[in-house]
């Protein structure tokens, strides 16, 4: 499979499994390989198809009696924060974004690890050991970064790499129309920072100083509380069977 022409890629569809989001649903996924020099131009095409990256892995759900997880992508132009995001703002002026290539650290596994350990101790990333960890981030063909955010210590405006405490951290691709959120996590008792609001906030802000259109949130899924974070982000289209469609909550 990895020796797939990529200019014609070979599509696979998984075997259906437990749901992750909705009790009693089984899911089934349809997958491609990002592979080559063309992997950037395909996962731009596939994202823009409801798709989401994993390592090299384009993905999209292919469930045959649930069409519950809808691709979501916030309209980075016409964005303007509500007040309570402005408050998140002002909350978290205090931190330093920095943006590097796609190279995990051990202090960003302590953190994702605090993070699996508080908020998803029975999901499928439970288990994740380093080195998966390092795979997640290096394994990819595409203009993948991450971000890192710290908390600002006196002096830290002189200095290349801020050395403030890392408590936040997210894995990027760029692409041609905007950015793709592939995974955040971040320091679970920094409750009243809602720093996952924070994070997809500051993805808006870098969307737009570049000019592009769109953030990537990947999916929402109806009736999953755990998503229901992602409709406050307007305006945003959803990918529907007619294309993209702005989306009125």
């Not at 390092?134 to 203009?143: F, G, Q």
């Not at 950015?179 to 808006?204: C, N, Q």
Request: glycine share 8%.
């Amino acid at each position: 499979m990895m020796n797939q022409n990529v200019n014609s890629p070979q599509f696979f569809l998984t075997a259906p499994s437990p749901c992750p989001y909705l009790e009693g649903e089984s899911e089934r996924k349809v997958f491609t390989h990002l592979v080559g020099a063309k992997a950037p131009a395909l996962n731009d095409l596939l994202t823009q198809g409801g798709f989401r990256r994993s390592q090299n892995i384009a993905y999209r759900p292919a469930c045959e009696a649930c069409r519950a997880c809808v691709s979501v992508r916030i309209l980075a132009s016409e964005f303007q924060p509500t007040r309570s995001m402005r408050r998140n703002l002002a909350a978290n002026a205090d931190l330093v974004a920095t943006e590097y290539h796609a190279e995990p650290s051990s202090e960003q596994y302590k953190l994702f690890r605090r993070y699996l350990d508080d908020r998803h101790q029975h999901g499928g990333m439970a288990d994740m050991s380093i080195g998966d960890y390092a795979m997640m981030v290096e394994d990819s063909h595409v203009d993948t970064k991450i971000i890192e955010y710290r908390i600002k210590t006196e002096g830290d405006g002189l200095l290349e790499v801020p050395a403030g405490e890392l408590i936040g951290v997210a894995l990027t691709d760029y692409m041609g129309d905007g950015l793709s959120m592939v995974y955040s996590f971040y320091k679970p008792e920094e409750t009243a920072r809602s720093l996952g609001t924070y994070m997809i906030l500051d993805h808006i802000a870098r969307t737009q100083a570049l000019g592009l259109p769109h953030v990537y949130l990947g999916y929402w899924v109806n009736g999953s509380r755990k998503m229901e974070y992602k409709t406050r982000f307007q305006p945003q289209e959803h990918l529907m069977a007619q294309g993209w469609q702005r989306y009125a909550p």
